[in-house]
Structure formats: C-alpha cells, structure tokens
C-alpha cells in the first residue's frame, strides 16, 4: 500500500482551494488538511481536517506547520481582486508576498514541497502565448505582487513548484464571486446589457481542471514553473458569445469594447495564453475547451 501523503491547502474556501479539497478529500492515500482565512464554507465537511488560518499571522502558519508537518502545501491563498490590490496596495503586499515568505520559511525547515499559485499577469500581454520560459514584465500592483511571491518561493526553497494559471471559472459552495459563464448568462437573462472587452485575449480554466493539475504536480513531487490553462486563445467577447450561443441569449445586448474604453484602476495586459506544453507532457494535464467546460458548468447547476 502507498504511503498516505499529508497535503495541507491555504485558501480552501476559495474557487480553486474548494475544488483540490472536493478531489483529495476522496483519496485513501492523502490526509488532507484544509485551512483558510475564517469559518469553514465548505458544505461538505467529512473527509478532511479544517483548521482556521490566516496565513498573515505568521506565527499561526509556522505553528500549525510545526503541528501538521505536512509532506506538501497547495497555496492558493490570494488577494485576487485586481482593482482592488491597487486601491489597498499594502494588504495585497501582505497576502500576496508577505505571507508567501511566512510558508516557504516554514515549510523549508520541513522540506515540505510547496506549491504556490500564479498568473498570467505576470506577463505585459504583448507576446502571448507564453511559455514557462518567458519574460514576465506585470502592468500592475497585483501582478508585481505574484511576480514578487514566485521569486520568493524560486530562491528559498529548495522544494518548489509554481503553477501560473488564467481565468478560473467554476461554481462553488457558498458563491461569493461570479464568473464569466454566470455573469453574462445572469446579466442577459434579466435584460441587461453588458460592455465587454474585444481586445483582450485569454486561456480560461475551469476549475476542476486546473485542481487535477495541481494535484499531479503533488503526486508528481514536480519541481520548477508549470503553465496549467484552458487548451484555446480567445478574445472575452468571443468567449461571452460562446455562452450566449449556448444559452441562446439576446446576443444584441452584448457591447463589445475596447479595454481603454472601460478606464479600470488596473491595466490588462491584451494577449496573454500559454503554451502548455510542458504541463501535457510531464503532468499529463488534459484541459477541457470552453465549449465543453460551459456544458460542465451548465450539468453541475442542474444537478
Ligand atoms: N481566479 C482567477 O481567475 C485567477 C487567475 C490567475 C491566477 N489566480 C491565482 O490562483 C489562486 C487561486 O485563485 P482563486 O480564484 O481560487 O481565488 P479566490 O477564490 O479569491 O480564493 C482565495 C482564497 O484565499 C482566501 N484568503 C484571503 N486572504 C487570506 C488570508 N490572509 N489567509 C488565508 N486565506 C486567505 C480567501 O478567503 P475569503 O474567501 O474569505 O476572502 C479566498 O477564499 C490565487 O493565487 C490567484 O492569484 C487566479
């Protein structure tokens, strides 16, 4: 019999944290620890150690690392909101960097394999797709604030991965943010219209997919940058288009605009995407398009 694997995650009440929790929790193999900022908002609470943690405090963290001990960490701890890291810069610097410095200093003494959680903001949008090899150059204070955690954990650790993703969409227990499916379906349904960027282009990644990446990245004791995202480029509106062509929505209440047009705190960068080459081969990651993962999203509402 395999030996049981300890795997603690940061974040577990958000998008990603939920997912990796919903999978691993099944595993006879994994003694899975469960933590984040904050009551438990799981609704399914079996199979699994919750342990309440903000991974800031750092005394928390090097405490119940010491406790739990853990054979890998899965840190998807963030401060997401893009506009607003750059209205609050310095609670972004203190999730998004500070705290990372808390667990891999915590987690080196143990040599637990950390894995932590990047973006595709780390790129400036003007070369996309981009391989793990690129340079990143971030627009903004967010993206600064993930670039700034990923050398952090490269030139501390000696047990790393970073795994750099683009827009996550899925459904999740206890909803506190929408996504691109929910949002444009939400908003054409009620006869709003909605103004959306022709001139961005992206990877979205249903969530369920990237947790099973993450996850072969654990069970892979793999090392060094991965890029874990949906398998096709497209620009937001055409993406918006593919849910109102599944839904058959009103696509006339769809505006497409520029995104200087929209005058957002934070500056996008335009053309992102990976190659996700690296992951396919060593991870064997199997991402589903966005066609299909509207049809997952559409099944797990009707369920
Ligand atoms: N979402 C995307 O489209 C996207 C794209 C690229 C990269 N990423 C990266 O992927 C990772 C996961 O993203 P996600 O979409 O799952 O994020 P999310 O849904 O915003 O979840 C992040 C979780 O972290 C928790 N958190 C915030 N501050 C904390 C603290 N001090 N201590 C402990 N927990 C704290 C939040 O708690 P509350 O729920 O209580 O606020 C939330 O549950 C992040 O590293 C993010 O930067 C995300």
Redesign the pocket.
């Known amino acids: 019999m395999k030996k049981t694997k300890k795997i603690l995650i940061?974040?577990s009440?958000?998008?990603?944290?939920q997912k990796i929790v919903y999978n691993l929790k099944q595993r006879k193999d994994v003694d899975l620890y469960a933590t984040?900022?904050?009551e438990n908002r799981l609704l399914d609470k079996l199979g699994y150690t919750y342990r309440s943690?903000?991974?800031?405090d750092q005394n928390k963290v090097s405490h119940i690392l010491s406790e739990i001990n853990p054979d890998v960490i899965i840190n998807?701890?963030?401060?997401?909101n893009v506009d607003a890291c750059e209205h609050n810069k310095e609670k972004c610097w203190k999730?998004n960097v500070d705290?990372v410095k808390y667990l891999v200093e915590a987690s080196s003494k143990y040599n637990t394999h950390f894995i932590h959680?990047?973006?595709?903001f780390v790129f400036d949008g003007k070369a996309g797709p981009y391989s793990e090899t690129d340079e990143p150059n971030p627009l903004h204070y967010y993206a600064e604030s993930?670039l700034a955690s990923e050398k952090i954990v490269s030139e501390n650790s000696s047990n790393w991965a970073i795994i750099r993703?683009?827009?996550?969409y899925g459904i999740t227990d206890n909803m506190?943010?929408s996504n691109l499916v929910l949002w444009s379906k939400g908003e054409i349904e009620k006869g709003n219209t909605i103004k959306v960027v022709n001139d961005q282009f992206r990877s979205p990644t249903l969530a369920e997919d990237l947790a099973e990446g993450c996850i072969s990245v654990a069970d892979n004791s793999a090392q060094g940058i991965y890029h874990l995202s949906g398998p096709e480029i497209n620009s937001i509106l055409e993406l918006i288009y593919k849910v109102a062509d599944f839904y058959a929505l009103d696509k006339s209440k769809i505006i497409p605009v520029t995104s200087a047009s929209l005058n957002q705190p934070a500056k996008r960068p335009l053309r992102t995407g990976f190659v996700i080459d690296k992951a396919k081969k060593e991870l064997g990651f199997k991402p589903r398009s966005f066609d299909e993962g509207i049809k997952f999203l559409d099944k797990q509402m009707n369920n």
């Open positions: 940061t974040g009440n958000g998008l990603l944290g984040s900022i904050g943690l903000d991974i800031t998807t701890a963030a401060m997401t999730i705290a959680l990047s973006t595709d993930k993703t683009i827009i996550i506190s943010r």
